[in-house]
């Protein structure tokens, strides 16, 4: 690394308004670990995955009460820091860097590298998170919420709490908003599934369900253990998921006909999905309505009006 290559790359993170740098108690070395995310040295071809927590404000022995997970650390000071990361694969083993170096690598008892886990070691350990996922996606995690970087350019998600979760939180049961739009963000929207929310619908709505498919399991977003199923179900299906008040699933795979009333009087939003929730939420004014991009973003509709979006701007905002 170079200094000049370090100062271009503060310069583009500044300029991207992710966040990141203002809120470092160590730029130089937050910098220092996103370059070599961005770029790790290659081994026969293979690009090796990284992660590492820089300037924790927690004590390492405090964080497996923060992320329920068994945690063995290494000391390694008085150690390259080349050396040091490569043990550091950002699922299972981590560094953690202070301003000056690494000074110990951390082992998790199990892998937790996605970015719902990402963000509940950020508030764990009050670090930054860098992260170089195995299938390239390079994501910093912190206070100032979620920056991914897909090889072309940063995709920004501040955090779920900051904008919508008194929007709908009166039309749930409590907690289930943020749940509800922590699953859209951070499971979804992270992996590129496309999606249609419906959340805490009345028996009143002027809008036509179809129903296509039998009667699903009790997922619920309220449970972490079915989180996975539910996602995977998601990215394998078109058509809406209905969830109810408490955030469980009701049915799957739902074609959603807006009245003729809001085809007339809501105009279109980006594609098919958007325009669809939006029209939707005029036809049902007190559900929630969510409609995650395959390109990431998320749109909480409600009453026919766009409540908020996950990510305002950038190259990634168009809607499908």
Known sequence: MTPGRLRRLTEELVDEHLGAIERSSAPEALVD?????????????????????????????????????????????????????????????????????????????????????????????????????????????????????????????????????????????????????WFAVHDLGARRIGALIVAGASDATNAIFERRLPTPPPLSVTRPETLGPLRHVLAQLDGAVLFDRAGTVVDLGVRIVPSVRAEANVPAFGGTRHTTARRFSHDDPEAVVIAVSEAGPVTVFRAGEIAGRSAAEGPWDTPD
């Open 33 to 181: 670990e996103i370059d070599y995310a961005l770029r790790p040295p290659r081994h026969e071809r293979r690009v090796p995955s990284y992660g590492a927590f820089v300037v924790p404000s927690t004590p390492i022995a405090d964080w497996s009460a923060g992320t329920g997970l068994d945690i063995s650390i290494v000391e390694v000071a008085d150690r390259p820091d080349d050396e040091l990361r490569r043990y550091a694969d950002g699922l299972t083993s981590w560094a953690v860097r202070g301003p000056d170096g690494i000074d110990a690598y951390v082992v998790f008892d199990r892998a937790a590298g996605s970015e719902r886990d990402l963000v509940v070691l950020a508030a764990a350990t009050g670090a930054i998170v860098v992260q170089r996922h195995p299938n390239g996606e390079v994501r910093l995690v912190g206070s100032f919420g979620v920056a991914r970087w897909d090889g072309i350019g940063w995709q920004v998600e501040a955090p779920v709490a900051s904008w919508l979760i008194d929007v709908c939180a009166h039309a749930l049961d409590e907690g289930v908003s943020e749940r509800l739009l």
